[in-house]
């Protein structure tokens, strides 16, 4: 199990409080900076893991995934668990793993999995050519902005209403646009939203059609992004939980790309990443989780 020592909150301090007490036959690994949760996954497959899993939020869970792929065949032979102690926590929620820390650990404890689609990306990185996975979602444009605008102490302060403060500040900027190349189709948006699962931002089924078995993502293109299509999304979202669907387009593929002429980001599972342009696809039911 691999956890960041240093997180705050109630639930990660009730998770140190406890180490002593979940501790028979798990070894646990603790991160001391970014990459750690990475690189501690990768060792633990060598070291011969069946289970490696990840105490924290969605940014965790992700590091430990690429931890997981840094090491071939580790698929076949490995499964990742959650110990959901994030802010949001959208890849528990999708996989149905109990937020309370009692609930998640006899999850874990149970060793039932399920195979779902891996989601990949190929971009340039500093080094060349990079590749990362995530499990749950991606977003590209004011997405990524409000991401990469969250700081550290405003999430420890705010919790899941930083994000939403660091989108009001990314709306009120200039926004570049990404050209989505899809299907043979090409569009335009400010916002591009891709899942591998559901939800997005807690329990909110923006992807209302994403399947985590069917080999292709589900991308939702949003054209404009300002305070009259704010508006027009509200209330739908507040009675239902869905888009106004006049506002986006919808699509669903194996494969495709996202460009943009001027400087745009992207996020993996709520991780600001890179810059457009990227390239995404689907691996079918290749990876393993430990759910309830």
Known sequence: MIFNPAARGNKAKRFRKHLDVLGGGVAFKATAGPGDARRLASAAVKEGYQIVAAAGGDGTVNEVLNGLADVPKAFDRVRLGVLPLGTVNVF?????VPLGLAGAWAALRSRKEQRIDVG???FAGPQ??????????AGAGLDARAVELVSWQL?????KFAYVLAGFQALAESKPRAVVRINGVQCEGEFILIGNGRFYGGSFPLLPAA????????????PRVDWP?????????????RLAERVVRRFQAERFELTSD?????ELDGEWVSRLPV???AERERLRVVVP
């Open 120 to 122: 990949w990306t190929e």
């Open 279 to 281: 390239t995404f696809w």
């Open 229 to 241: 299509t704010l508006l027009r999304c509200v209330p739908p979202f507040l009675s239902r939980k």
């Open 262 to 266: 001027r400087p745009m980001g992207f």
């Open 211 to 222: 399947d985590l078995t069917d080999g292709r993502l589900d991308v939702c293109v949003f």
């Open 92 to 96: 528990a929620r999708e996989m149905g």
């Open 128 to 137: 060349g050519r990079e590749r990362r996975c995530f499990a749950q979602l």
């Open 155 to 159: 999430k420890k302060q705010a919790g």
